[in-house]
């Protein structure tokens, strides 16, 4: 049961513009969530979260927005670089704690120069 | 300041025999985590460790799979017995405490022949 979901395995967009990555999930007791960049060859590194007392995180090009009456989350990049593409992974846990994190299957970003 | 070190980077076992992969966490940080990847989906939470104790090991196979962190030296999954559905990428993650992202390191791609 893939309780965080990212449905879109791939996305493209030009340099300059937004790219909006999309998380949905089902479990109600997910209360933080983080989004994870992550190139080949190594280790996710955390880039935005989020807790479910807020609607919206931002931090310099990245902002995270939550709905969680429709248990969406999207992670906002502008403007787009080359150096974001990569894999973005879309993480939430419970007991707004970090110690286990349930990741979705990841969106492969390519920013297009 | 050294990142989260995880080695080997590869390991190559035959089915039947021992995988040890080790893990340094970050300079200060005394929680440990190991998530498990395999092809094509997301990271998959094993087991968190502090200092000489198993805090929450509720996604460890039952079997064949041990974890360990002794108050001197790195963090050590063992995976004894290895079959092919153990090839994956395994991360090792630290943090100061329950409430700070997850600092992963570049992970261990095992594979079993």
Same mark, same amino acid.
């Given at each position: 049961d893939q309780q965080v979901k990212q449905n879109s395995p791939s996305l493209s967009v030009q340099e300059g513009r937004i790219s909006i990555l999309n998380c949905d999930y089902t479990n109600s007791m997910f209360d933080y969530f983080l989004w994870y960049k992550k190139y080949p060859a190594e280790g996710p590194t955390?880039?935005?979260?989020?807790?479910s007392i807020k609607d919206k995180n931002e931090?310099?090009?990245?902002?995270?927005?939550?709905?969680?009456?429709?248990?969406?989350?999207?992670?906002?990049?502008v403007p787009s670089q080359p150096g974001d593409s990569a894999v973005y992974f879309c993480a939430a846990s419970s007991n707004f704690g970090n110690e286990k994190l349930t990741f979705g299957t990841g969106t492969r970003l390519t920013i297009i120069p | 300041?050294?990142?989260v070190m995880q080695n080997p980077r590869h390991l190559v076992r035959r089915r039947?025999? !021992?995988?040890? &992969?080790?893990?340094?966490?970050?300079?200060?940080?005394?929680?440990?985590?190991?998530?498990?990847?395999?092809? !094509?989906?997301? &990271?998959?939470?094993m087991v968190y460790l502090q200092k000489e104790n198993i805090i929450d090991e509720s996604g460890m196979p039952k079997e064949r799979f041990s974890a360990e962190f002794p108050k001197e030296g790195p963090s050590i999954?063992?995976?004894?017995?290895?079959v092919r559905g153990d090839s994956a990428a395994y991360f090792c993650a630290s943090s100061p405490g329950q409430d700070s992202p997850l600092h992963f390191g570049n992970g261990t791609r095992l594979t079993v022949t």
């Amino acid at each position: 049961d893939q309780q965080v979901k990212q449905n879109s395995p791939s996305l493209s967009v030009q340099e300059g513009r937004i790219s909006i990555l999309n998380c949905d999930y089902t479990n109600s007791m997910f209360d933080y969530f983080l989004w994870y960049k992550k190139y080949p060859a190594e280790g996710p590194t955390f880039l935005i979260s989020i807790s479910s007392i807020k609607d919206k995180n931002e931090d310099g090009r990245f902002t995270v927005f939550l709905n969680k009456s429709a248990k969406h989350l999207s992670l906002h990049i502008v403007p787009s670089q080359p150096g974001d593409s990569a894999v973005y992974f879309c993480a939430a846990s419970s007991n707004f704690g970090n110690e286990k994190l349930t990741f979705g299957t990841g969106t492969r970003l390519t920013i297009i120069p | 300041n050294a990142g989260v070190m995880q080695n080997p980077r590869h390991l190559v076992r035959r089915r039947g025999q !021992e995988a040890r &992969l080790r893990c340094s966490p970050m300079k200060g940080h005394s929680h440990v985590y190991w998530y498990r990847q395999l092809p !094509e989906e997301g &990271l998959k939470f094993m087991v968190y460790l502090q200092k000489e104790n198993i805090i929450d090991e509720s996604g460890m196979p039952k079997e064949r799979f041990s974890a360990e962190f002794p108050k001197e030296g790195p963090s050590i999954l063992r995976i004894q017995q290895v079959v092919r559905g153990d090839s994956a990428a395994y991360f090792c993650a630290s943090s100061p405490g329950q409430d700070s992202p997850l600092h992963f390191g570049n992970g261990t791609r095992l594979t079993v022949t």
